[in-house]
């Protein structure tokens, strides 16, 4: 039986927005919150527990608060704000309404990209404010693509005179053999996500063109030996994938007037089983030095489909169980090697 019951005036232009098709959004938050609505005009009565009342509340007020900035109320972000507000009340409350008020650009066909969660909202201030940003998180969070995004604007805006996308080439768990073609043609497969996005971003010909003046690089880590990269934007793709040396050759080119994205996600290593982790170095050594950034964005910042997050979450939570499983059975065998020593 409902025990309490609210009512909140609701911008009737936007209803249809914040509904969704087949009043599809309002089904979710209703079955998420166990909660019951019902709307008369611009008055939309919540009923249910007291709790989780204010919650859907707060759920609504933030979708229709998004829909009159202009933002897309999609089934991706209203399973995100759903979780903020269950998860983390008091933090969705508090930066909800700003995460995508700043645009960093637009894509050549007018799309602007925003950050779109807390975490790349965060992600995107630590590239503002640190010359050095690790930024570490599943797939699908727009690690890379917002890292590229704010190279090419700096870029754009004469910040720097030069954009160096890099990333190891290291091959996903296959063998592929003897590619091809000459040199660039054998390493152009690893770096076609970063081709991708810069397509998208500035547009082919005026890659082309900037790539062909040398104002534009992407290039495999190994090519970044020996190099001092002053006044340039670099960002450091699948960081995962580097080996301790690399890591540390790699943030040694560093100059003066220069800003290091680096990205990766420390659940899909191709390295070898008995290889340590540049970037799990990195991330170790350098977490107390001033002017480095350290971002952890997790599956709630996912922006893909929906689900994708879902598909990370099973990960994440299988990947618990066999640390458990593991570290019991180790000590299990610690107790008995210590039993057969007495």
């Given amino acids: 039986m409902d025990s309490y019951s609210e009512?909140?005036?609701?911008?009737?232009?936007?209803?249809?927005?914040?509904?969704?098709?087949?009043?599809?959004?309002i089904k979710k938050i209703e079955s998420t919150f166990n909660v019951t609505m019902i709307l008369r005009n611009d008055k939309l009565k919540i009923s249910g527990r007291e709790d989780d009342v204010h919650k859907a509340a707060t759920v609504i007020d933030q979708l229709f608060e998004m829909a009159e900035r202009g933002a897309a109320v999609d089934a991706q972000k209203v399973d995100y704000v759903v979780s903020m507000i269950s998860d983390h009340p008091q933090e969705a409350r508090e930066n909800l309404a700003v995460i995508d008020r700043d645009i960093i650009c637009h894509t050549i066909n007018g799309k602007p990209i925003k950050p779109k969660t807390i975490g790349q909202r965060s992600y995107v201030n630590a590239i503002e404010n640190s010359m050095i940003v690790f930024g570490v998180g599943p797939a699908g969070t727009g690690k890379t693509y917002l890292a590229m995004a704010k190279a090419i604007t700096a870029f754009k805006n004469n910040?720097?005179?030069?954009?160096?996308?890099?990333?190891?080439?290291?091959e996903a768990g296959e063998k592929l053999g003897f590619l091809p073609g000459d040199l660039q043609s054998k390493?152009?497969?690893?770096?076609?996500?970063?081709?991708?996005?810069?397509?998208?971003i500035m547009g082919a010909d005026s890659f082309m063109k900037n790539m062909e003046k040398g104002l534009i690089e992407v290039a495999p880590l190994a090519y970044m030996r020996g190099r001092t990269l002053d006044n340039a934007y670099i960002v450091l793709d699948e960081a995962q994938n580097t080996t301790p040396a690399q890591m540390k050759m790699f943030l040694t080119r560093i100059g003066f007037g220069s800003k290091a994205i680096i990205t990766g996600d420390l659940s899909q290593k191709d390295l070898p089983h008995d290889a340590q982790s540049g970037l799990d170095v990195a991330l170790k050594v350098l977490k107390d030095i001033d002017?480095?950034?350290?971002c952890h964005l997790t599956s709630l910042d996912v922006v893909r489909h929906p689900l994708v997050q879902k598909i990370v979450n099973a990960y994440e939570k299988y990947e618990d169980r066999m640390n458990k499983q593991s570290k019991t059975k180790r000590q299990s065998a610690n107790s008995a090697q210590k039993n057969r020593g007495k």
């Fill in 7 to 25: 009512s909140i005036t609701v911008a009737s232009n936007y209803i249809q927005t914040v509904f969704g098709q087949f009043d599809a959004n």
């Fill in 159 to 170: 910040e720097v005179g030069r954009i160096i996308l890099t990333r190891p080439a290291i």
């Fill in 187 to 200: 390493v152009d497969p690893y770096l076609r996500p970063l081709y991708d996005a810069l397509y998208e």
């Fill in 291 to 294: 002017d480095i950034s350290i």
